[in-house]
T-cell receptor
Framework: GNSVTQMEGPVTLSEEAFLTINCTYTATGYPSLFWYVQYPGEGLQLLLKATKADDKGSNKGFEATYRKETTSFHLEKGSVQVSDSAVYFCALSNAGGTSYGKLTFGQGTILTVHP | DGGITQSPKYLFRKEGQNVTLSCEQNLNHDAMYWYRQDPGQGLRLIYYSQIVNDFQKGDIAEGYSVSREKKESFPLTVTSAQKNPTAFYLC?????????????FGEGSWLTVV
């Protein structure tokens, strides 16, 4: 079956530090990969996505590259801000069979950025 | 504004009661989903629907029921058979069930058993 594993949190950084949140996946075929962000008490917002190998998704200074050879989709940002404090979820979507169209999520990584 | 509206935001349920969470979308999306989120865990799929009058069980459907009588509405009923219903429930929708299409989420509903 499909599965997503994220690095253990929480992650605490100072403002302007470099961020990496690791994400690896297990899936058959060619899944699409996503990063979602959840601010306190809110639903999830799409941060970025990549639909095929070697694609790079980017948004708001965040980037992630779809690496099929290492089955990874690590999230990076060069300089974090206090407003980036949130929970980040890595997810995959795999068409076909009973998993058609549904997202499989990692457990989430809590990021706290201090001034 | 286009989006997904969930109600109520907070709901308290007594033991043995059924409760229904509302989800309405005006994005004209074909597919809709219900997820459950527990503290410190990722989201788990309860039910999903790709077209009107059709829906499929997700990974944790036991104790839940849904209907899809209209394209824009996908209510979730948490029945008394659900042993541990206290959680954050998220409704979502997408253009279709294809793996590359983005799934959009509502603001969520908190359900607490008292």
């Amino acid at each position: 079956g499909n599965s997503v594993t994220q690095m253990e949190g929480p992650v605490t950084l100072s403002e302007e530090a470099f961020l990496t949140i690791n994400c690896t996946y297990t899936a058959t075929g060619y899944p699409s990969l996503f990063w979602y962000v959840q601010y306190p008490g809110e639903g999830l917002q799409l941060l970025l996505k990549a639909t095929k190998a070697d694609d790079k998704g980017s948004n708001k200074g965040f980037e992630a590259t779809y690496r099929k050879e290492t089955t990874s989709f690590h999230l990076e940002k060069g300089s974090v801000q206090v407003s980036d404090s949130a929970v980040y979820f890595c997810a995959l979507s795999n068409a076909g069979g009973t998993s058609y169209g549904k997202l499989t999520f990692g457990q989430g990584t809590i990021l706290t950025v201090h001034p | 504004d286009g989006g997904i509206t969930q109600s109520p935001k907070y709901l308290f349920r007594k033991e043995g009661q059924n409760v229904t969470l509302s989800c309405e979308q005006n994005l004209n999306h074909d597919a809709m989903y219900w997820y459950r989120q527990d503290p410190g865990q990722g989201l788990r799929l309860i039910y999903y629907s790709q077209i009107v009058n059709d829906f499929q069980k997700g990974d944790i459907a036991e104790g839940y029921s849904v209907s899809r009588e209209k394209k824009e509405s996908f209510p979730l009923t948490v029945t008394s058979a659900q042993k541990n219903p206290t959680a954050f429930y998220l409704c979502a929708s997408s253009d279709s069930g294809g793996s590359g299409n983005t799934i959009y989420f509502g603001e969520g509903s908190w359900l607490t058993v008292v």
